[in-house]
């Protein structure tokens, strides 16, 4: 996969705070159907950073995302991304957004569908041929999305979210399912965004992937059990590893 090169990246955020976190979240209170999902949580993103959200299904990973890109009715609390309100429309070109269900239109090609959303971000053939070259779908660009395999549906939708170089990707479980191979590319991939000051706030179920983010937000039941990287959360739990360290920390919370 090809590193993006830092030249290529856009500024869209004139009204962005670049001091500010890329994700501040306090007091988050949301209720669906009646029942409380997210009861009160606050957390803190900071700029360049590839952070992991770990958590069992059902712990609130999903809610807590979409109300980080705006989509979601929040009860109570504030949520503020590169320093505006969550949802602002200044937003729009600042944040990508990979949801669990494939976001691409399966009867078009790669390329058509890539040249469809570059040009609702503004963007043209060049961004459409770097995204491509990034997630290493050149040679699949004119397969029918319908044909291709599930990490190459993965990397369609990774690459539309890459459109337009937003400072900010929001990535919901883009690894289930995938074979280790894709699960290892994906993740390179995400090391060399951060390292082109792309943050990367990214979800999975899966406690082993842990170890390949710089910072841990760890949910159960939604809540935030830690807020740490992984060396902090070994030593305050004792634990050998995240998903002991995790075990401990429910335990602890249970008493």
């Not at 809610?63 to 989509?71: F, S, Y």
């Not at 059990?225 to 429910?250: I, M, S, W, Y």
Request: aromatic share 2%; charged share 20%.
């Amino acid at each position: 996969m090809k590193k993006l090169r830092g030249a290529e990246r856009r500024s869209h955020g004139a009204h962005a705070d670049p001091a500010a976190p890329a994700i501040a979240v306090s007091g988050l209170r949301v209720v669906r159907g009646g029942n409380v999902v997210l009861p009160g949580i606050d957390l803190t993103v900071p700029t360049g950073r590839l952070v992991g959200l770990l958590g069992p299904s059902g712990s609130g990973k999903t809610t807590l995302m979409r109300a980080i890109v705006g989509v979601q009715i929040v009860e109570a609390g504030t949520v503020e991304v590169l320093g505006l309100p969550a949802g602002d429309p200044r937003l729009r070109h600042e944040v990508g957004y990979v949801t669990q269900a494939p976001s691409v239109y399966p009867d078009l090609t790669v390329a058509e569908n890539l040249t469809y959303f570059a040009t609702l971000v503004g963007t043209g053939a060049d961004d459409v041929d770097r995204v491509l070259a990034a997630v290493d779908l050149t040679t699949n660009a004119r397969r029918r999305v319908s044909s291709l395999s599930g990490g190459e549906l993965s990397r369609v939708s990774l690459a539309a979210a890459l459109l337009g170089a937003p400072r900010l990707l929001v990535l919901d479980e883009p690894t289930v399912g995938l074979d280790p191979v894709l699960r290892r590319d994906l993740w390179s991939l995400f090391t060399r965004l951060v390292a082109d000051g792309v943050t990367i706030l990214v979800s999975s179920h899966v406690m082993d992937e842990a170890v390949r983010c710089e910072r841990l937000l760890l949910m159960r039941d939604g809540r935030l059990l830690a807020d740490e990287t992984l060396p902090e959360l070994l030593e305050r739990t004792g634990a050998a590893d995240v998903e002991q360290a995790f075990l401990t920390l429910v335990d602890g919370a249970a008493r």
